[in-house]
């Protein structure tokens, strides 16, 4: 029979210590409860003696959780795992952290976290309206040059952090106090979260909306100036409606472990650079290589683009043949195929689908593969067969041309309205577009049919059991650290939704871009398409594009109208891309 005392040691032996309990005592007890004989030990058991926490060890990580001294279970005292189970004290060996089950998140992201970390402060506030600010000033302005500069999220990420720190360093401390809220400018040092946060601020408004197109060609292709404020309107209802819709399908987009948005990885890892120390390759920090291969580059950037430009487009094929034609519309980087034509400057590579780091191998050489099918082969057999009489135009453009090879000017076929005069465009002559132009947006129509029926074959089961999972309790490490946070409720999105939606209508409406009923049709594209679009996109960093089935279906409704087959195309893909790149 156990005594009351050995017992209560055995399960609180701090509470023993902190009363003045000599260690000593403590673990001589045990060792007459254990029947071990001070004379001839065990191997493990009275030979060794409980181990309490000193003030002078290093510290153990911190998981945002404060430990109980009161539920604190004992070491196991031996290697024999039959008397450590009489006892109570197991193995702790088995016990794994809980982590995703994915390795590229477990690399990438942490699964822990301080939820009394302070977030949004005077600093995050400050530093990311002014981000927001200069990037979208900049990538707009920028936007209607053929050769664009365009700032992104990672130049916020890397300005932030000095930025940051310098202010951690000159606000002052003192706290103030408005309407019963104690704050402060300088609440300590930068953290994590007011670095994210910032860049959150940023990227949101970086790009440039799709709405701004739509205003540019009324204006200067059909002469119809929209207005400032309702091209403000456009812009923002477009915008905010994607908004809504990132709010309303975070259930299924953000919150199952499946979904591991490769290209947001690459962000998360950066941030984890800045702000903990950790080996890269048990040499040197993370922090020590990222500066390293950041200053490496940045100074290798003036070298294909200022001192040597060559180097940006190293095409082979025509410094093999300057004076050939063929070599030229095959080997040109820019107005041909890009045959055999090599860079040695990141900025190209990274131009037009972003960083190729952020894309699964599998995916980039499907990519790779498809782009040679179309672009080397289909498209120069199509091009020198002189197929649809596009053998008078050149190899790759956009633009549209008579049959002849000329430009194609649209306002000879325009009414006074801005709409298609089919007489005129009788007498004018049809229009044509580049054989490359026009198999791409065939392929673009089977494309769309073509990835539903794959993805419903091959990977439908395992969509539909994340979805179910989605709507389940089974909760993966990071959606558990979430719930610490308080949750934005469904309704606040649903009502953004119906002022955008209402807005939306009224703008088209009394502007007459389309009728009312064609932007509820518009809608119901973003409705339908986002969640399993974004599951795609979540997995393979892969969107597919709904441009040309709008343009089909508003093409279809309303036939000539170009202005309502752009405004169309707003609501109906746009708002969606807006809604997965938030």
């Not at 990311?128 to 900049?138: C, D, H, K, P």
């Not at 007011?194 to 790009?207: M, P």
């Not at 650079?273 to 993370?286: N, Y």
């Not at 939704?497 to 209508?505: E, G, L, P, R």
């Given at each position: 029979m156990h005594d009351p005392i050995d017992n209560d040691i055995e399960e609180h032996p701090l509470r023993y210590k902190e009363n003045g309990v000599d260690e000593t005592e403590i673990s001589g007890i045990l060792s007459t409860h254990f029947n071990t004989a001070s004379e001839t030990p065990s191997p493990g058991v009275g030979s060794k003696k409980l181990s309490f926490p000193d003030s002078d060890a290093t510290p153990a990580p911190d998981y945002g959780i404060s430990p109980d001294k009161e539920s604190m279970e004992l070491t196991p005292l031996s290697g024999d795992d039959s008397m450590n189970e009489k006892h109570g004290l197991k193995q702790q060996t088995d016990d794994v952290e809980e982590d995703s089950p994915y390795e590229v998140v477990?690399?990438?992201?942490?699964?822990?976290?301080?939820?009394?970390?302070?977030?949004?402060?005077?600093?995050?506030?400050?530093?990311?309206?002014?981000?927001?600010?200069?990037?979208?000033?900049?990538?707009?302005?920028?936007?209607?040059?053929?050769?664009?500069?365009s700032l992104g999220g990672s130049v916020v990420q890397l300005l932030a952090f000095p930025a940051g720190y310098v202010l951690s360093r000159v606000l002052p401390t003192r706290k103030f106090t408005t309407f019963g809220w104690v704050w402060t400018l300088n609440p300590g040092p930068f953290n994590i979260k007011?670095?994210?946060?910032?860049?959150?601020?940023?990227?949101?408004?970086?790009?440039s909306p799709y709405a701004i197109d739509v205003v540019t060609i009324k204006k200067i292709w059909y002469k119809s100036d929209l207005g400032f404020v309702a091209s403000l309107l456009f812009i923002l209802t477009s915008q905010i409606m994607g908004y809504s819709f990132a709010g309303l399908a975070r259930k299924f987009l953000v919150y199952p472990a499946a979904m591991i948005w490769p290209a947001s990885l690459i962000s998360v890892t950066l941030f984890r650079?800045?702000?903990?120390?950790?080996?890269?390759?048990?040499?040197?920090?993370?922090t020590k290589m990222f500066w390293i291969c950041f200053i490496g580059s940045f100074l290798w950037y003036f070298v294909p683009n200022f001192?040597?430009?060559?180097?940006?487009?190293?095409?082979?094929?025509?410094?093999?043949?300057?004076?050939?034609?063929?070599?030229?519309?095959?080997?040109?980087s820019y107005n041909g195929l890009g045959i055999l034509n090599f860079t040695l400057d990141w900025s190209t590579i990274s131009s037009n689908m972003g960083s190729p780091i952020a894309y699964p191998w599998a995916m980039a050489c499907n990519l790779f593969a498809g782009f040679v099918v179309?672009?080397?082969?289909?498209?120069?057999?199509?091009?020198?067969?002189?197929?649809?009489?596009?053998?008078?135009?050149?190899?790759y453009t956009?633009?549209?041309?008579?049959?002849?090879?000329?430009?194609y000017d649209i306002h000879e076929i325009m009414t006074s309205d801005q709409h298609l005069d089919e007489a005129k465009y009788a007498e004018y002559g049809p229009v044509r577009m580049s054989f490359q132009f026009a198999i791409s947006y065939g392929i673009g129509f089977a494309a769309i049919m073509t990835l539903l029926v794959y993805i419903g074959l091959h990977y439908g089961p395992e969509i539909y059991q994340q979805l179910r999972q989605s709507r389940s309790i089974n909760e993966d490490v990071h959606l558990k650290l979430m719930?610490?946070?308080?949750?934005?409720?469904?309704?606040?999105?649903?009502?953004?939704?119906?002022?955008?939606?209402?807005?939306?209508?009224?703008?088209?409406?009394?502007?007459?871009?389309?009728?009312?009923?064609?932007?509820?049709?518009?809608?119901?594209v973003p409705l339908v398409f986002t969640i399993p679009i974004g599951i795609i996109q979540a997995v393979s960093n892969q969107q597919p594009g709904l441009n040309v089935i709008t343009e089909f279906i508003i093409g279809y409704g309303m036939p000539g109208n170009p202005i309502a087959n752009v405004t169309f195309k707003v609501y109906g893909y746009i708002t969606m891309t807006q809604a997965l790149n938030l």
């Open positions: 477990r690399h990438s992201v942490s699964n822990k976290d301080d939820p009394s970390m302070y977030s949004l402060t005077f600093r995050v506030w400050l530093l990311g309206i002014i981000f927001t600010g200069v990037l979208s000033f900049v990538n707009q302005f920028f936007f209607y040059r053929q050769n664009q500069l007011e670095h994210v946060l910032i860049s959150i601020f940023a990227t949101a408004s970086s790009g650079t800045f702000h903990e120390i950790q080996d890269f390759g048990g040499k040197m920090s993370r001192l040597i430009p060559a180097l940006s487009y190293i095409a082979l094929l025509c410094y093999m043949a300057p004076n050939n034609v063929i070599a030229n519309q095959l080997g040109d179309v672009m080397w082969i289909i498209t120069p057999i199509g091009y020198y067969s002189n197929t649809w009489g596009t053998g008078n135009m050149p190899i956009a633009h549209l041309y008579r049959t002849n090879g000329s430009a719930r610490h946070y308080e949750e934005v409720p469904h309704w606040w999105y649903i009502v953004l939704f119906v002022i955008t939606f209402a807005t939306s209508i009224a703008i088209c409406e009394i502007y007459h871009m389309m009728p009312w009923y064609w932007v509820v049709v518009a809608t119901l």
